[in-house]
């Protein structure tokens, strides 16, 4: 029966050799999130409990700085995303200021001097995020019926385009100030989220914003556009967003497992020919996709029906029919 909290999937299973009936067990269950929600949960991950701990509570220390400190990180210009600080604020209605970093291994990226152990624990994080999402490519490509290397082969596995941001979200001050990320859905293959205890993270599902609930220890795992095309909708990008809360500072860390620009994007054969059904969207270049993100984002339409997201590439019924 459909229900109306996101599941926690513990992948346990996965981190220790045999137990066959324990993986297709929890492969199962993530084929279903991936279907109804877009949205779950996983536990034992994989992922230190301890370092999660501190990269929150170091992003935290990060942002209790004054401005001016804070903005001596200012991003690099030129680089797509721009890795840094970034406030918001200063520039929309979003209530969050975060500080993105690359791959370490781009060599690109800019620490802060305060606190000092901020950028280190984010780079020790980054490669147990890659680590994970590796894990749940293999588990999602698996629960499409793809081959299990099928997502990290159709990257090339080229992990050179994922990043990682710590966010804040202010606390509300008015009432009026509860936006801190508007709804959206995430452009690229899989995100992972982990949050303080305060939430405000919300899925929508029927029309129904739905909390995603903090859990001690647990990874939030969306599905991204990517997915949602390559499979013809039988995964779903889901839109969410992030809600302030009163007198509470909210702080996430959000991996982004990200496909390379110039990857072509187009439901796989196996969801259209192969089974006599029309494909949703028309193909496109990855990066011209993202490139019409960012530009969305940063000079938004005046109607916000115009503004850019996956439907742009639909194929419409009427189309089909053609
Ligand atoms: O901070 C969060 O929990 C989610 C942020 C988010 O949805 C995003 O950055 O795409
Ligand atoms: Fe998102």
Known sequence: MASSTTPTIDLEPFLRDGDEDAKKKATEEIRQACSEFGFFQVVNHGVPLDLMARAIDLSMEFFNNPMEEKK?????????????????????NDGNEHFLILSPSSGLNIYPENPPEFGNALEEIFPNLVELSWLMERIVS???GLAPNFLTEYNNDDRSCDFLKAVHYFPIEKADQINGTPAHKDANCLTFIFQNEVGGLE??????????????????????????VLSNDKFKSASHRVIRQKGKSRCSIVFFDNLHGDKWIEPLPKFTTEIGESPKYRGFMYKEYLQLRVKNKLDPPARPEDDINITHYSISTQDQGN
Do not use: C, H, R, T
């Open 142 to 144: 698996i629960s499409l």
């Open 72 to 92: 001596k990180s200012l991003l690099k210009p030129g680089l797509s995303p721009p890795p840094g600080y970034v406030n918001f604020q200063d520039f929309s």
């Open 203 to 228: 899925v929508l599902k029927n029309e129904q914003w739905i909390p995603i609930l903090p859990a001690k220890g647990a990874i939030v795992v969306n599905i991204g556009d990517v997915i949602q």
